[in-house]
């Protein structure tokens, strides 16, 4: 084997690489080393390895600085030290994304180009991408529309986090293993919205023509009602009306309620399943 890794004594090859609590071999490569710190489900302590807590760290700072720079009053006067930082970001984020991809090739599977491959077009890779992508983008451009986007999707980096978080890959598995119900759940949920929006329209077309004169135009008080929000810019104001307006509003309630507990149920499951690997 050409890379190790240990637990508990006994050497597991890359193969293996899905145990919680593994140890490093100090005789391995530096690419070995670079695949533990990157890869968090292969960090053998709590918590993310020192890289990965860096990469959160300038995740952290270069969310504040795209925040920042959509405010006049920091902004105007210290464009080149915000044209300073981003490059620096560019430059960290495209380290990072060429050493996620050179280590690619030490997760599962045996041909080395398709792991790289998949990498490249896995959600994080694609994500990776185009944050960098967005850091650049105002180093080749002046469109104030192309910038304007670029601002919104430096934001994206905190979505970087979710390789970093337990948490988060405990509900991504919560809601695979769900996703026949909360399909389910969704589509009851707009069977009841077109629902209602039809019955309003019935009921109040004629005297609130603009506001139920249409089941498009009713769609907004229906989605308003099903989700509970209410704001009281369209409401009905016939008896029959207002019937179907508090059913509707009910049935909002038990769809709330609904994936919520079945979201709930799946991410426990996750997490003692979780629970009973470590052991």
Do not use: C
């Not at 077009?121 to 994500?127: A, D, I």
């Not at 990776?128 to 080749?140: Q, S």
């Not at 704001?231 to 179907?244: A, H, M, R, W």
């Amino acid at each position: 084997m050409r890379k190790l890794f240990v637990r508990q004594g006994v050497k597991l090859s890359s193969e293996n690489n899905t145990s919680k609590n593994i140890g490093f071999d100090p005789n391995t490569s530096a690419k070995d080393w670079l695949y533990l710190q990157l890869e968090p489900t292969v960090w053998p302590n709590k918590g993310l390895s020192p890289l990965n807590i860096l990469i959160v760290i300038v995740i952290l700072l270069g969310t504040v600085a795209a925040i920042l720079q959509t405010e006049p009053i920091v902004f105007v006067g210290r464009e080149k030290l915000f044209l300073t930082v981003e490059l620096s970001l560019g430059i960290f984020f495209s380290i990072e994304y060429l050493a996620r991809l050179w280590v690619a090739s030490e997760g599962p599977g045996s041909n080395t180009i398709t792991k790289r491959v998949r990498f490249i077009f896995s959600f994080s890779g694609l994500l990776d991408l185009a944050i960098i992508v967005a850091t650049f983008a105002p180093f080749i451009t002046v469109n104030l529309i192309v910038l304007r986007l670029v601002r919104l999707l430096r934001i994206l980096r905190l979505a970087k986090l979710g390789r970093m978080s337990i948490a988060i890959r405990r509900l991504s598995k919560a809601v695979a293993s769900r996703k026949y119900e909360l399909l389910f759940t969704m589509g009851l949920a707009v069977t009841v919205l077109v629902f209602g929006a039809t019955a309003l329209h019935l009921i109040e077309g004629d005297l609130q023509p603009d506001k139920f004169g249409s089941i498009p135009r009713a769609m907004w008080w229906s989605v308003v009602t099903l989700t509970t929000i209410g704001y009281g810019d369209v409401y009905p104001i016939t008896v029959l009306g207002k019937i179907f307006a508090a059913l509707v509003a009910v049935a909002g309630i038990g769809l709330i309620a609904m994936p919520t507990g079945i979201l709930a149920s799946a991410f426990s499951e996750a997490v003692r399943d979780d629970a009973r690997s470590d052991v």
